[in-house]
């Protein structure tokens, strides 16, 4: 199946700070990628589309000036967390689609102390 | 929106027993079911999937079974092993579109 890399795995980060998650599709192009969150023991909540060469398509909820999205080319979607804070831990998870299926990446554990 | 149920929360068999996991959906239209596995620590991964234009898939000891009369759809793993062991999610879309999930079932296989 298709491969859909997100760096990094694990992050802790102090309140206040900002942090950068990348999602590569390593061999595929996606124009559209998306970023989901996840808390302990439940399902992946969506929180955008991510659009290749235009604006992400936000949730209804999610920040957009917390969340920031980029995707600048059609291998790379980044989500930066901006002014992170404690109830911002969470993992979050990429996804990419090739051919109609949803290829996911390895997530990422956000703790932010 | 679609809304998609998922049960049950919890499973636990023994080694070598069947499990099957339930959904329903709310959208007639959703045409797309995957189910996901997922591990502790790590995204979901597609372990199979199917489309409204049939009622049945098998992939050795995983098949899943589509009702769209009812509009449900079930994960069935055969002689189930401890690596099994796992939260299994079901999903469902309405093509090219994105994919809502159930809750999840938490499957836990004793040797």
């Known amino acids: 199946g298709a491969v859909v890399s997100q760096h990094p795995s694990r992050v802790i980060c102090k309140s206040g700070t900002s942090v950068k998650i990348e999602c590569r599709s390593l061999d595929f192009q996606a124009t559209t990628m998306f970023w989901y969150r996840q808390f302990p023991k439940q399902s992946l909540m969506l929180m955008a589309t991510?659009?290749?060469?235009?604006?992400?398509?936000?949730e209804q909820g999610v920040e957009k000036d917390k969340f920031l999205i980029n995707h600048a080319s059609l291998t790379l979607s980044t989500l930066t967390v901006t002014s992170a804070h404690p109830e911002d831990s969470s993992f979050y998870i990429c996804?990419?689609?090739?051919?109609?299926?949803?290829?996911f990446g390895q997530g990422t554990r956000l703790t932010v102390v | 929106g679609e809304n998609v149920e998922q049960h049950p929360s919890t499973l636990s068999v023994q080694e070598g027993d069947s499990a099957v996991i339930k959904c329903t959906y709310s959208?007639?239209?959703?045409?797309?079911f995957p189910w996901y596995k997922q591990e502790l620590g790590k995204g979901p991964q597609l372990i199979i999937d199917i489309r409204s234009n049939v009622g049945e898939k098998k992939d050795q000891r995983i098949a899943v079974t589509l009702n769209k009369t009812a509009k449900h759809f079930s994960l069935h793993i055969t002689e189930t092993q401890p690596e099994d062991s796992a939260v299994y999610f079901c999903?469902?879309?309405?093509?090219?579109?994105?994919?809502?999930f159930g809750k999840g079932t938490m499957l836990l296989v004793s040797p």
């Open positions: 959208d007639s239209a959703s045409n797309y």
């Open positions: 996804s990419a689609e090739k051919n109609t299926e949803a290829f």
């Open positions: 991510s659009n290749e060469g235009s604006k992400a398509t936000y």
């Open positions: 999903a469902a879309s309405i093509a090219d579109s994105t994919l809502t």
